[in-house]
């Protein structure tokens, strides 16, 4: 069974940059899709971005600018850094995996909300 757990900060200023970490059981980065997803409050699911089983990386447009994702494989961690954020970039943010990169997500942390605020 595969488990991925988000940790970071809660609260973000505006202008920081927000890194949450997602860390992974049951199952290695070096296998798979690894994504991260927000929920802003009243809006639906929006995909950031991923990296993948071999380190390659792919954000999503509207975002790719101010996101960067690395990884740890000896922690079987990746973690997400948001530039230059804003009260619009509060959301609860989940980690995710695809198996084949095919936009499925088989497996979901429990999503940690992050606020930005002054």
């Known amino acids: 069974q595969v488990q991925l757990q988000e940790s970071g900060p809660g609260l973000v200023k505006p202008s920081q940059t927000l890194s949450l970490t997602c860390t992974v059981s049951g199952g290695s980065i070096t296998t798979a899709y690894w994504s991260w997803i927000r929920q802003p409050p009243g809006k639906g699911l929006e995909w950031i971005g991923y990296i993948s089983y071999s380190g390659s990386t792919y954000s999503s447009p509207s975002l790719k600018s101010r996101t960067s994702i690395v990884r740890d494989t000896s922690k079987n961690q990746f973690t997400l850094q948001l530039s230059s954020v804003t009260p619009e970039d509060t959301a609860v943010y989940y980690c995710?995996?695809?198996?084949?990169?095919?936009?499925?997500?088989?497996?979901w942390g429990q999503g940690t909300q992050v606020t930005v605020s002054s």
């Open positions: 995710a995996r695809d198996r084949i990169g095919g936009g499925v997500y088989d497996y």
